[in-house]
Every structure is written in C-alpha cells, then in structure tokens.
C-alpha cells in the first residue's frame, strides 16, 4: 500500500469491516471503514453517512473523517483512530471485573460529552437515529460519537423508517411507528445509556418492539390523550395490547420507578434521566436544555474512564510488518502482514485539505475541501455535493 500500511480488523458490522491503519507519511493511525458491496461513485456521493459528515464542521465529540476513497467499486472512509474502544466496551469489562458503575461523577462527564457532540449534529439540522454504547467511542477522557450510516436530516420530506437504532434504545414514536419523528430520538437513546452507565443494566431491554413498548411502558406509563395524544392516536392505531406487566407500576409514578430501578443515585441523575426519557417527544429535553441542566453541572473533576497507557513493544526481526500498538485496557490488535485487506493503491484528497495531486490511476477518485467530488478520466467531471 502507498500511503497506509493495513492492519487487522477491529470493528464489524452489518455496513462492513473496519481497520486499524498508519498513514506512512505521517505516521498518525486511522480507522479505515470498507463497506460491504460494490458501488459507482455516483451512489457514493448520496450516503448518507458523507453526507452528514461533510455537513459538520469539526467537533472534538465528533469522530472526524478525513478522506474517502473508491477502490474498484469499495468504498473506503478513513477515519481518525479512537483507541480506548466504545462504551459497549468499557461496560463489558467493568461488569467482567466486577467492577461495578462508574461513579456517578464520570457518567454525567460521558453523557455531557454525548450531548455536546449531539448539539453541534442537531444544530447542523441532522439527526442520528443510532445513539448506542458501541457508537460512543474513549479516546481517554474524550467521547466521540460515531457511525453515521443512519443520519439525515430533520428537513428531509421523504418518509422517516421505524427500523432505525438498536431495539433497546429505540425511542417510543419510533416503536409506534410515527411518521414524522425528530431529534428527540437521540436524546431519549442517551437516557437509555445514562441509565446503563448508572447500574450497568440495560434500561429498556426488551426481546422485540411490543416487547419494547411493554418495558417502556411499565416504567414511564401509558400515552393517554391528555399526556401525549399523538402516542395515543399511534397506539390505538397499531392496536397494540398491553398486558399487565405494564400496568404493575401503575400504583407509583415513573420518577418513583426509576428511583427504584436507580436506587444509589442523586436525585439530579433520577430528575435528568426523567427529563430525557419521557413519552412525549415534545416534553423531552433538547440537547441544548439537556446541558444546562443542573446534573451536568459544574463537573467539579475531569473523569478516569480508561487507563490510556500505550506501550511499543520490540518488533520482532521475523516480521516484516509494522511495529505493534498496544492499548490497555482495550487490547487492539497487532498489526501484522497476515490477513491484511485488499491494500490502498492510490492516492486521495484529505477531506479539508486544500492541496490538490496529480492523479496516480486514471480512475481516481476523492473528495476535496469545497466538497466537490471529481472523477479523474480521460475529461474531467465535478459534481457539487449540497451544502444543506
């Protein structure tokens, strides 16, 4: 590979593979996402996930892009690396260990962090639709939001899918199918892992949508036409039945069930995790309101949430690969010849980089800093990307 020697694989979903990788030139590491499939340039440029990363101007709680590449057909999103994992993570080694939650004091700096990143997306008129712990990535005290395969924007007429977030942090208008859901979304997927990160158990963890209604029902009550008359009309509409296990809360109001459900937390975090979670996506907290609030201030020290200790260790003279990075507590993998991808042959524009280079394959392809894509052959052609 000319310019990134490849590593293994460090991250895998239903998009693709992501890898662990070193730009040559300047020895930075980055996250290289390759996406499943074949696509012409001109499929491209609409995903939604360059789209919206191409909106956003850069944000420390956002996890940055810095080029795009089309390699016979795969599509490749160079990322910034972020090496202490995902919150998924850190909660499955706590829970391992035995470690118990974080203290409450490092749960209001992650959900803080969260909301900062969903500020600046909302502000930008995009939504995620895919808040979750493993897409909340430690870079040390440092929490970025990743994954913006599912992002659009609020403005956007076409017709808004219910099949979008994990189950278990997806918001109750989307369960219901509502037509016409927004940001509140991703406000009500960060209590969800508020909650989590408070008692490492999952809020809401239900084994299918009606499944998913009964818990969030259980706890936070019924739509009624008085308290959300849109969930109401929906709910009827779905002709959903709600058993008794919904019901059997019903003598206590939901702050009080989240007391229990919460029992060794402030009452700040309980009046917080209300806040985010109720039904009505119009009683919800925005991201901006979220921040004011005064469980998320004054954070009085900066968090420990993982030891950030690197090493190098000796490279061994019978491998030729690169030397090896380890992480702790989040073992990455080393990086060796074997298994490596299919490598980078060409060369692309850095997204926000104004430097232009001759092309080296008569079929290159990159995005520049004024958001133009151009597709090098024999005659040139630019497309504009929109800027809203």
């Given at each position: 590979?000319?310019?990134?020697?490849?590593?293994?694989?460090?991250?895998?979903?239903?998009?693709?593979?992501?890898?662990?990788?070193?730009?040559?030139?300047?020895?930075?590491?980055?996250?290289?996402?390759?996406?499943?499939?074949?696509?012409?340039?001109?499929?491209?440029?609409?995903?939604?996930?360059?789209?919206?990363?191409?909106?956003?101007?850069?944000?420390?709680?956002?996890?940055?892009?810095?080029?795009?590449?089309?390699?016979?057909?795969?599509?490749?999103?160079?990322?910034?690396?972020?090496?202490?994992?995902?919150?998924?993570?850190?909660?499955?080694?706590?829970?391992?260990?035995?470690?118990?939650?974080?203290?409450?004091?490092?749960?209001?700096?992650?959900?803080?962090?969260?909301?900062?990143?969903?500020?600046?997306?909302?502000?930008?008129?995009?939504?995620?639709?895919?808040?979750?712990?493993?897409?909340?990535?430690?870079?040390?005290?440092?929490?970025?939001?990743a994954d913006f395969s599912m992002a659009?924007?609020?403005?956007?007429?076409?017709?808004?899918?219910?099949?979008?977030?994990?189950?278990?942090?997806?918001?109750?208008?989307?369960?219901?199918?509502?037509?016409?859901?927004?940001?509140?979304?991703?406000?009500?997927?960060?209590?969800?892992?508020?909650?989590?990160?408070?008692?490492?158990?999952?809020?809401?963890?239900?084994?299918?949508?009606?499944?998913?209604?009964?818990?969030?029902?259980?706890?936070?009550?019924?739509?009624?036409?008085?308290?959300?008359?849109?969930?109401?009309?929906?709910?009827?509409?779905?002709?959903?039945?709600?058993?008794?296990?919904?019901?059997?809360?019903?003598?206590?109001?939901?702050?009080?069930?989240?007391?229990?459900?919460?029992?060794?937390?402030?009452?700040?975090?309980?009046?917080?995790?209300?806040?985010?979670?109720?039904?009505?996506?119009?009683?919800?907290?925005?991201?901006?309101?979220?921040?004011?609030?005064?469980?998320?201030?004054?954070?009085l020290r900066q968090p420990i949430l993982?030891?950030?200790?690197?090493?190098?260790?000796?490279?061994?003279?019978?491998?030729?690969?690169?030397?090896?990075?380890?992480?702790?507590?989040?073992?990455?993998?080393?990086?060796?010849?074997?298994?490596?991808?299919?490598?980078?042959?060409?060369?692309?524009?850095?997204?926000?980089?104004?430097?232009?280079?001759?092309?080296?394959?008569?079929?290159?392809?990159?995005?520049?800093?004024?958001?133009?894509?151009?597709?090098?052959?024999?005659?040139?052609?630019?497309?504009?990307?929109?800027?809203?």
């Amino acid at each position: 590979m000319d310019r990134y020697t490849v590593g293994e694989k460090i991250g895998e979903g239903s998009f693709g593979q992501v890898y662990f990788a070193v730009k040559h030139s300047t020895n930075e590491k980055r996250a290289i996402k390759r996406l499943k499939g074949a696509f012409a340039w001109e499929k491209v440029v609409p995903m939604r996930e360059l789209q919206s990363l191409m909106q956003l101007t850069h944000h420390a709680n956002i996890v940055q892009l810095h080029e795009v590449h089309l390699v016979r057909g795969v599509v490749h999103f160079v990322f910034e690396y972020v090496p202490n994992g995902s919150l998924h993570d850190l909660m499955m080694l706590r829970a391992k260990a035995e470690q118990g939650p974080l203290e409450e004091i490092d749960v209001r700096a992650i959900v803080q962090q969260v909301l900062q990143g969903l500020e600046h997306l909302h502000r930008h008129g995009l939504m995620h639709r895919d808040i979750k712990p493993e897409n909340l990535l430690l870079a040390g005290t440092v929490v970025k939001v990743a994954d913006f395969s599912m992002a659009r924007g609020v403005e956007n007429m076409s017709p808004l899918t219910s099949y979008v977030s994990t189950r278990w942090y997806r918001a109750p208008e989307v369960l219901l199918a509502s037509p016409d859901y927004d940001q509140a979304v991703d406000i009500f997927a960060t209590g969800c892992i508020l909650a989590e990160l408070l008692s490492l158990e999952p809020l809401f963890p239900g084994r299918s949508e009606i499944d998913q209604l009964q818990l969030i029902f259980a706890l936070m009550g019924q739509p009624t036409s008085r308290t959300w008359k849109e969930g109401f009309r929906l709910l009827q509409r779905l002709g959903v039945i709600v058993d008794g296990a919904s019901t059997a809360k019903a003598s206590i109001s939901p702050r009080q069930g989240l007391v229990q459900h919460l029992p060794s937390v402030s009452a700040a975090a309980v009046d917080f995790t209300f806040a985010v979670i109720t039904l009505n996506p119009r009683d919800r907290l925005t991201a901006s309101e979220a921040l004011r609030h005064p469980f998320l201030k004054p954070l009085l020290r900066q968090p420990i949430l993982v030891n950030t200790t690197t090493s190098t260790p000796a490279r061994s003279k019978a491998s030729s690969g690169p030397t090896a990075v380890t992480i702790t507590p989040f073992q990455r993998p080393s990086m060796t010849d074997v298994d490596t991808p299919e490598r980078l042959t060409h060369t692309a524009l850095p997204v926000g980089s104004a430097k232009r280079r001759k092309p080296t394959d008569a079929s290159e392809m990159y995005i520049s800093s004024a958001f133009e894509v151009q597709w090098r052959k024999s005659t040139h052609t630019i497309a504009r990307l929109p800027e809203t």
